[in-house]
């Protein structure tokens, strides 16, 4: 079954950085996207960047910029490097991840919700003023 794991949330002050870390197992298919969402309090789930096989990426205008996606060397492995830290990036992070019945190169709409199959717990990102 697919796991997935998050880790590298926690408090800073405005204009700090955290790097958030997310692995997904357990398919037999290297995942075909993965990216990051963030939901905060009263708000509703919002894309923030996605990397597909290939390796390309997309990123919400709200955060272009500070924020970077890269691939980690195991697999199924994606990083995200926030920069310049706002008070509004507080929110919870989700990882979200997109495995396929078949080994192809499919282009999905990377910051979209419903692209995505599986999903870790969160982890929480604070930023305070």
């Known amino acids: 079954q697919v796991h997935i794991v998050e880790s590298g949330g926690g408090s800073v002050q405005s204009g700090g950085s955290l790097r958030l870390s997310c692995t997904a197992s357990?398919?037999?298919?290297?995942?075909?996207?993965m990216g990051w969402f963030r939901q905060a309090p009263g708000k509703e789930r919002e894309g923030v960047a996605g990397m597909d096989k290939k390796g390309f990426i997309e990123y919400s205008e709200s955060v272009k910029g500070r924020f970077t996606v890269s691939q980690g060397d195991a697999k199924d492995t994606l990083y995200l490097q926030m920069d310049s830290l706002k008070p509004e990036d507080t929110a919870m992070y989700y990882c979200a991840v997109l495995y396929l019945s078949e080994e192809l190169y499919y282009i999905p709409h990377k910051l979209e919700e419903y692209e995505y199959n599986y999903w870790g717990q969160g982890t929480q990102v604070t930023v305070s003023s």
């Open positions: 357990g398919s037999t298919n290297t995942a075909a996207c």
